[in-house]
């Protein structure tokens, strides 16, 4: 059983510590990954500025956030948190395969070309739609 505890922004006004989760979007991809893989964990949500508790600065010098704990071991970053939770818990993992990688990859820019061509009718719609398509296919048969 993990002794998980994650802290992360408080929405403001809330009081530090908090149960209520802030707008921090490194905090939230750190939520989502443990609600993700399933994992039990306690979440405390600490206000930002000077004044964060004692107890947390004790365990976190440099005070930034997100942060997560697994029995005595502190690691913040999301990056490194999400790495760690790859790492450690391995059976749950949401590591994407690498035959699917690049799955995807192409109808950001696809879209972005299309809409600065300024042209409803421009041949960036249709590699657009081809790739919307394409990456539907893929979620049918994948997911």
């Not at 403001?12 to 039990?40: A, H, N």
């Not at 948190?81 to 696809?110: M, W």
């Amino acid at each position: 059983m993990s002794d998980l505890e994650f802290f992360g922004k408080a929405a403001p006004g809330t009081g530090s510590p908090s149960k209520e989760r802030g707008d921090c979007p490194f905090t939230q991809r750190v939520f989502l990954e443990l609600e993700e893989l399933g994992l039990p964990y306690t979440a405390t949500y600490i206000q930002e500025g000077p004044n964060k508790p004692h107890w947390f600065m004790v365990k976190n010098p440099s005070g930034l956030m997100p942060v997560l704990r697994d029995g005595e071991t502190w690691i913040q970053d999301s990056d490194k948190i999400t790495e760690y939770l790859d790492k450690h818990y391995a059976g749950n993992t949401l590591k994407i395969p690498v035959e699917f990688r690049d799955v995807g990859d192409k109808i950001f820019p696809i879209f972005t070309k299309w809409l600065q061509s300024k042209d409803p009718g421009s041949p960036c719609r249709d590699e657009f739609v081809e790739e919307l398509v394409g990456f539907d296919c893929h979620l049918q048969n994948h997911c």
